[in-house]
């Protein structure tokens, strides 16, 4: 035998499917480039491997600008490490 939903049942799956999308669409705000391209980002590194930032396909050459070229190749530091 089935029972009909109440008013109380439809308003409680309502509030668990809202809770679900709210959840999946900050994923995908979290998952997708912040310049709006609606494309996944990738991690940038310099030459040691030290992150620089995340940017996707569209922005890439932007963001690139903002760092000089010769930090993507591995460079010698001779300046000396302190310890603290």
């Known amino acids: 035998m089935k029972r009909e939903p109440t008013d109380q049942m439809v308003e ?3 509030r668990r499917f809202k809770l679900k999308l709210d ?4 994923k995908q705000r979290l998952q997708q480039c912040w ?3 609606g ?10 491997g030290i992150f ?5 396909s569209k ?7 903002g760092y000089r070229p010769d930090i993507f190749e591995s ?3 001779d300046e000396p ?3 603290d």
């Open 52 to 56: 620089l930032c995340y940017s996707c």
């Open 23 to 26: 959840r999946l669409r900050m």
């Open 75 to 77: 460079y010698e530091c």
């Open 39 to 48: 494309e996944y980002p990738n991690a940038n590194y310099d030459g040691h």
């Open 59 to 65: 922005c890439h050459a932007e963001k690139m600008k």
């Open 12 to 14: 409680k799956a309502m």
């Open 35 to 37: 310049c709006g391209s």
């Open 81 to 83: 490490i302190e310890e």
